[in-house]
């Protein structure tokens, strides 16, 4: 295994066959000498061992970071010096982007495609942050009198944050980058499923300078370490992706302690195609929307709602082009979908669209687990469109998170309105009209915290990522997500000439 030195730091190869845990800026293996295997999903091999915490390890990474932000080292760097650090974090994973990629597809199963693109964004969002902090400010505020207001803003301090297995990358970049931003100091618990760039991340934090404790990665056991963070007394606040009903259990254990907490939770996202839409682009984005990373995505547009007078000519190319979406090699550029995470999704995934059939529902494409030549030990499942389906159906009431869409038909625009926000989630949503008032009025209407008109793109670096109702709350990826990692202090301050004396004694 070749090895450099750089800034005391051993830096290794993203590959290798074990991972330790980063605490308090040293490689670390569990207290108990526990570890686990993470496998690639497309082929079932095991692709290396990783340190398994112990509630021990998540206590020595909460003191580390607590030390760290304590101390005051990070959150007292001029500003300037943690923008140069936050941009060589940016720069070591642009020279090691192939490396990065790679270890995203073995540990993920995602399509080349997806994790260059999510690789690439989670470099943006350290170079985005590291702009963003320059104009982060408090505010002088005007007070009638002899008196003056200053608004500062301060870290809130010690971070727990848990990723989840879909997005693993860039989903950490999403929440290390703000808090480690405005001076707070995190300890990451990546998916058990997917740890392996989320380490590899922490380890660039510490090579680009990030000093001890404030950058801590901890793989284990959500019900154990997640919950031992989130109930920690020494976290102030938690940011966490994953399912609604974790998202609930996360809210009351971080209530014993009043705990600032940012969810962003489940999805089942509307898709409204109008009769006036461009088919051939709705088709095409529909596809993106719903087939990207293999269905495996929050706010994948897995609710597909078709104008009646376009109905038919959308469905035949629709189907067409579902039925040429590739499913292979996930290192292949022409490969369309990747793999499944593991077994026990493709399982659910199957008793959703099994489900859907028992209740009288039609499958144009896909509907059963696929066999991919070469990755016969892989999970995986085919591109799968549903129809003659209603709201009362389990399949589309309920998060499916796989590559499965159903489809209804529509007469107007108030009944499409309707049927998009009939769900109790509100995180994505889409809409192909080429009448731009009606694009005004519909974007409006729909009850999501994203709506994407003639676009099937859902997030940039610099645009507010969350949710309505039980899609969660708080807004990631943009300027805003820094106020969620700060308190503001007011301080108000008496120049007058004469001492105040306010009960005239």
Not at 4 to 21: A, W
Not at 197 to 222: D, F, K, M, R
Not at 372 to 399: C, L, Q, S
């Amino acid at each position: 295994m070749a090895t450099v030195k750089e800034q005391n730091f051993e830096v290794l190869e993203t590959k290798r066959e074990h991972y330790g845990m980063i605490i308090n800026g040293e490689r670390t293996d569990s207290s108990s000498g526990e570890t686990f295997t993470t496998y690639n999903p497309a082929t079932g091999e095991a692709i290396a061992t990783v340190a398994k915490a112990t509630t021990e390890d998540a206590e020595r990474a909460v003191q580390a970071a607590r030390d760290a932000f304590d101390n005051g080292k990070w959150k007292k760097f001029p500003v300037n010096k943690r923008q140069r650090i936050m941009m060589k974090i940016a720069g070591i994973m642009r020279s090691r982007f192939n490396e990065l990629v790679s270890l995203e597809i073995m540990d993920s199963g995602k399509s080349l495609s997806a994790a260059q693109g999510q690789v690439m964004q989670a470099i943006e969002d350290f170079e985005f942050y590291a702009g963003a902090i320059v104009g982060h400010r408090g505010s002088v505020n005007n007070v009638p009198g002899q008196f003056q207001n200053v608004a500062e803003k301060e870290p809130v301090g010690v971070c727990a944050q848990i990723i989840p297995w879909n997005y693993p990358l860039m989903m950490a970049a999403w929440k290390i980058a703000p808090a480690i931003a405005v001076g707070c100091s995190v300890v990451v618990k990546p998916a058990s499923l997917t740890p392996l760039t989320a380490l590899v991340l922490g380890e660039i934090c510490v090579e680009a300078g990030v000093p001890q404790g404030v950058v801590n990665v901890i793989p284990g056991s959500g019900s154990t370490i997640g919950n031992y963070l989130v109930e920690h007394d020494q976290v102030d606040k938690v940011a966490f992706t994953g399912s609604t009903p974790i998202g609930k259990n996360i809210m009351e254990r971080a209530s014993q302690t009043l705990k600032r907490v940012t969810l962003e939770l489940g999805g089942k996202s509307p898709n409204i195609v109008f009769e006036d839409a461009d088919v051939d682009a709705a088709v095409d984005g529909s596809l993106f929307g719903i087939f990207y990373n293999t269905g495996q995505s929050c706010e994948a547009r897995s609710r597909l709602y078709v104008h009646e007078d376009i109905y038919d000519e959308f469905m035949e190319k629709f189907v067409a082009k579902t039925k040429q979406l590739s499913l292979g090699d996930p290192s292949d550029k022409g490969t369309h979908i990747g793999a499944i995470i593991d077994d026990s999704q493709v399982k659910t995934i199957d008793e959703y669209v099994q489900s859907a059939k028992e209740e009288g529902a039609t499958i144009l494409a896909g509907g059963k687990p696929a066999t991919v030549e070469g990755f016969e030990n892989g999970h995986w499942y085919e591109p799968t469109i549903i129809t003659d389906v209603n709201h009362e159906m389990k399949a589309v009431r309920e998060e499916i998170f796989g590559p499965v869409v159903v489809v209804m038909k529509f007469s107007n625009e108030k009944e499409a309105i309707k049927l998009a926000n009939d769900t109790v989630y509100g995180l994505g949503s889409a809409l192909w009209t080429t009448d731009y008032a009606r694009a005004t009025r519909v974007s409006k209407a729909i009850q999501a915290g994203i709506v994407m008109v003639n676009c099937p793109f859902s997030a940039f670096p610099g645009t507010p990522f969350g949710g309505y109702k039980q899609s969660g709350f708080g807004r990631e990826l943009c300027i805003e997500t820094l106020d969620l990692y700060t308190e503001t202090k007011s301080i108000i301050s008496y120049f007058g000439s004469r001492p105040l004396n306010p009960f005239g004694l």
